[in-house]
């Protein structure tokens, strides 16, 4: 089993979750005793979100770059960048190591195409809904993308940051999601992508009538498919 090299931390609350279905995916495959087989590198996210506030993403970049660098030297054989918004600086992390990075709009792409689906909805941060990194690769993958208006993507951005990072679940967030969820439909979405790591915590798939895409499973669970 090859070694899965996760840069973590942001936050450790979605990281926790990556550990967890990358296990529970492996003893699922193998049974017994078997789990995975993971160096994970947690970082301090308080730096890094200051870094993001002032849109110093080459110092974002730099970093995550040099913990990339530190997963390959320790055996890891690929990386997985335990978060949407931080794909924002792949390209300087793919520079920065010889091994592949597992790119989460992929394998949420793969995940869609399987469902047959050609138009999705966005929930994430407000650079994951609003910058190309994601919603022009998702394009590339030759999907229509529907995000939401401003003002819910202001409150998608809050509660994330404010809220989910933080290891709270609150029912009027649920709540507030799930509007939104339901006005994405309306524009037409046929599944509505969970494009922030930590949003499966407070919104899940019984919650909605339309498919929802939890972006941190599928990632682990790709991640465990190249393992093998």
Request: proline share 2%; net charge negative.
């Amino acid at each position: 089993m090859k070694v899965i090299g996760l840069l973590g931390g942001m936050s450790w609350e979605s990281s926790a979750e990556y550990y967890r279905v990358m296990n529970e995916e492996v003893r699922n495959r193998l049974g017994g005793l078997h789990s995975a087989r993971i160096l994970m590198l947690s970082v301090d996210f308080a730096v890094l979100r200051s870094h993001m506030l002032a849109d110093r993403w080459d110092a974002v970049g730099a970093t995550l770059a040099e913990h990339a660098k530190t997963l390959e030297k320790s055996g890891a054989d690929m990386i997985v960048i335990g978060t949407n918004t931080m794909h924002m600086v792949a390209p300087q992390i793919e520079a920065a190591v010889s091994i592949p990075v597992l790119h989460i709009v992929d394998a949420t792409a793969d995940a869609v195409r399987k469902m047959g689906m050609t138009k999705v909805g966005l929930l994430g941060t407000s650079f994951t809904m609003e910058r190309d990194f994601y919603k022009g690769r998702l394009m590339e993958h030759g999907f229509e993308v529907v995000i939401p208006e401003a003002d819910d993507r202001a409150t998608v951005d809050r509660v994330i940051f404010d809220e989910l990072c933080k290891g709270l679940l609150s029912d009027e967030s649920r709540a507030e999601y799930l509007r939104i969820i339901g006005d994405l439909t309306k524009q037409g979405a046929q599944v509505v992508i969970l494009g922030c790591t930590e949003i499966g915590l407070l919104v899940r798939s019984g919650d909605t009538s339309v498919p929802i895409l939890d972006t941190c499973h599928v990632h682990a669970v790709k991640a465990v498919d190249k393992a093998f």
